[in-house]
């Protein structure tokens, strides 16, 4: 099962993870696996609205639940936030090795957000795949959408702040963007709202520890879907014989 979290306005990343948000905001839990169909059924994005506040560190509680998660890293053109180190945050690369690797259809989704390229390199994700793992990607709209148009059967969660006033005290607490790229992503934060019908489940990050808790049971309800359980449905059934 495929399932994404998006973070409503803003997304950057995301497990998915629409918006302008990151896996500060739980906005890239995008799995192809956060579930436990089998191939293509396990893949999960997250995706949403920047400033979403749900950091890796708090993705600690869904691992807890989730044992088979992994986080997939995204590939970005943009320089270095400080702190930030190469393959863990991020793979930092120049805009002509990034287009290299489009040339070479590298990426599972790839998307240009404010001048910079950010992508989901498959190689990784393909390899967690097949050990049973569960993905997560941090990926903006963009990326979602290409996601969902090639695994339609994915779950999206878009995850967005309470109001915009919120949004705005919570990129500028990041203290990592400066007054006008903050009013871009403001500015942008209510028109990918309307992509919020796009996706299956919608959370509204008011309080962290609810919305991870929200995150869990939809993923809890995901993986004992009748559509994602073929093969256990299939044994029980020989039990009955």
């Known amino acids: 099962m495929e399932s994404i979290l998006g973070n409503g306005a803003a997304s950057s990343l995301d497990l998915g993870l629409g918006g302008s948000g990151s896996l500060d905001t739980l906005e890239s ?18 995706d949403g609205t920047l400033g979403n506040q749900i950091s890796h560190g708090d993705l600690a509680a869904l691992r807890e639940q989730f044992p088979n998660i992994q986080y997939s890293i995204s590939m970005t053109t ?28 590298a990426f599972l989704e790839h ?19 097949e050990e049973g793992k569960h993905v ?23 995850i967005v702040p309470p109001s915009r006033d919120v949004l ?51 993923l809890k309800a995901e993986q004992c879907k009748v559509t994602r359980n073929a093969h256990r449905i299939a044994h029980t059934k020989e039990l009955y014989q």
Do not use: C
């Open 29 to 46: 839990v995008g799995s192809r696996n956060l579930a436990v169909a089998q191939d293509l059924d396990r893949e999960a994005v997250a």
């Open 78 to 105: 943009r320089e270095p936030r400080p702190g930030e180190v190469d393959g863990v945050n991020y793979y930092f690369a120049d805009n002509a090795r990034f287009e290299q690797l489009l040339a070479e259809d």
């Open 111 to 129: 998307a240009k957000v404010y001048d910079h390229y950010y992508g989901t390199p498959k190689k990784y994700v393909y390899q967690m795949l």
């Open 136 to 158: 997560m990607l941090e990926i903006d709209i963009q990326g979602a959408m290409q996601v969902k148009e090639r695994y339609p059967q994915g779950v999206f969660i878009y």
């Open 168 to 218: 705005e005290k919570r990129l500028r607490g990041r203290q990592t963007d400066s007054d006008d790229v903050i009013a871009g992503r403001l500015a942008k934060a209510r028109e990918e709202l309307d992509w919020i019908d796009r996706y299956d489940y919608v959370i509204v990050n008011d309080d962290l520890e609810k919305a991870v808790d929200e995150a869990a049971s939809i």
